[in-house]
């Protein structure tokens, strides 16, 4: 069961969340990333072998 939230801890949360949202903001607008801790991009997960590799593998393979 989760305990009462009082209403100062509920003002810190939202003044908290309101000064991430700026900073979250203000780095799309300058281009620079902001870090979030455990959110990792599939696309940073994914890391792909460029296709002149693979071209590479597959000539490789015939020249057997």
């Known amino acids: 069961m989760q305990r009462k939230i009082s209403k100062e801890e509920i003002e810190r949360n939202n003044k908290n969340q309101k000064i991430r949202s700026r900073t979250a903001k203000a780095a799309r ?4 990333p902001v870090k ?3 959110k990792v991009s599939k696309s940073m997960v994914k890391t792909k072998t460029p296709r002149s590799q ?5 000539i490789r ?3 057997r």
Not at 54 to 58: F, N, V
């Open 29 to 32: 607008r300058s281009g620079k």
């Open 36 to 38: 979030r801790e455990g």
């Open 54 to 58: 693979k071209k590479l593998a597959t």
């Open 61 to 63: 393979k015939q020249r």
